[in-house]
Nanobody, 129 residues
Framework: QVQLVESGGGLVQAGGSLRLSCAAS????????MGWFRQALGKDREFVAS????????YYADSVKGRFTISRDNAKNTVYLQMNSLKPEDTAVYFC??????????????????????WGQGTQVTVSS
């Protein structure tokens, strides 16, 4: 079982930036896809961004494309989410997630909740207008 710990959330004004980090432990980080999801108050958890184990492919929700960047450092067992040009509608609890085990040669698009089997506790991001 993998343990995920997010950090970097906080309060920021609209137009500002934040960088979230997620430190992983418990299994071989470099062989798993990683993702970020978010959940606003009263809403379902939604996909934000994901990255394959190698970092070669990255996927984004349309709502964050061009503003958010996901990256990973396999040497540090950490995945990041750089968030720029933040908007009030980005306000949510952000969750880091680790992908389900897959053959490294498998080509897949990890963007669904069911593609991930381990979750962090979440970090609050609040964007004021």
């Amino acid at each position: 079982q993998v343990q995920l710990v997010e950090s970097g959330g906080g309060l920021v004004q609209a137009g500002g930036s934040l960088r979230l980090s997620c430190a992983a432990s418990g299994r071989t980080f470099s062989t798993y896809a990683m993702g970020w999801f978010r959940q606003a108050l009263g809403k379902d958890r939604e996909f934000v961004a994901s990255i394959t184990w190698s970092g070669d492919s990255r996927y984004y929700a349309d709502s964050v494309k061009g503003r958010f960047t996901i990256s990973r450092d396999n040497a540090k067992n950490t995945v990041y989410l750089q968030m720029n040009s933040l908007k009030p509608e980005d306000t949510a609890v952000y969750f880091c997630a680790s992908g389900r085990p897959r053959p490294l040669s498998m080509i897949w698009t990890p963007t669904e909740l069911g593609d991930f089997d381990s979750w962090g506790q979440g970090t609050q991001v609040t964007v004021s207008s």
